[in-house]
């Protein structure tokens, strides 16, 4: 399993504008987060794992927002029930990291990224920093410029 230290590690050897930050409580929650680095929860991004036709897809949205399968599977030009959300044992499998502390790069293996166009509304947002107790303070644009992703509506009409 990976840790926060091989993020740190990732992070410096790939000269990635960003700060890992330690945090002093667990934030199992998008609220708990934001009021542990004193922002607001819009703030706070979510690093999901998808699969589509057993392929696996991040997904990258604000963490009050629910990301929509029906978007990703029109993108992908697949039926939403090939669009799965990925469980606790795949997650870790595949990045590397468990869930709730997943980064939005240096996982255990590339993996094609998808991110909402609300996390670019803001200047600097916080991801999971590849443990329980560290997030990832960065600007969205570093983390497109990084992971190559393709900005998408998420969210759909839901």
Same mark, same amino acid.
């Given at each position: 399993?990976?840790?926060?230290?091989?993020?740190?590690?990732?992070?410096?050897?790939?000269?990635?504008?960003?700060?890992?930050?330690?945090?002093?409580?667990?934030?199992?929650?998008?609220?708990?987060?934001? !009021?542990?680095?004193?922002?607001?929860?819009?703030?706070?991004?979510?690093?999901?794992?998808?699969?589509?036709?057993?392929?696996?897809?991040?997904?990258?949205?604000?963490?009050?927002?629910?990301?929509?399968?029906?978007?990703?599977?029109?993108?992908?030009?697949?039926?939403?029930?090939?669009?799965?959300?990925?469980?606790?044992?795949?997650?870790?499998?595949?990045?590397?990291?468990?869930?709730?502390?997943?980064?939005?790069?240096?996982?255990? !293996? !590339?993996? !094609?990224?998808?991110?909402?166009?609300?996390?670019?509304?803001?200047?600097?947002?916080?991801?999971?920093?590849?443990?329980?107790?560290?997030?990832?303070?960065?600007?969205?644009?570093?983390?497109?410029?990084?992971?190559?992703?393709?900005?998408?509506?998420?969210?759909?009409?839901?």
């Amino acid at each position: 399993m990976l840790e926060s230290s091989n993020l740190a590690v990732w992070i410096e050897d790939n000269t990635i504008r960003a700060d890992l930050i330690k945090l002093s409580v667990h934030t199992p929650t998008v609220e708990d987060a934001a !009021q542990a680095v004193g922002t607001s929860p819009s703030q706070i991004v979510k690093t999901l794992l998808f699969t589509v036709d057993g392929e696996p897809v991040v997904a990258i949205a604000c963490g009050t927002s629910r990301v929509d399968r029906r978007t990703i599977a029109a993108y992908f030009g697949v039926g939403r029930k090939r669009v799965k959300l990925a469980g606790a044992e795949a997650v870790l499998e595949l990045t590397g990291y468990p869930v709730g502390a997943v980064p939005p790069f240096g996982l255990k !293996q !590339q993996i !094609q990224t998808l991110i909402d166009p609300r996390v670019l509304e803001h200047t600097e947002v916080y991801a999971g920093g590849g443990a329980i107790d560290s997030l990832l303070r960065i600007s969205p644009s570093e983390i497109v410029r990084v992971t190559g992703a393709v900005v998408l509506d998420l969210l759909g009409t839901t």
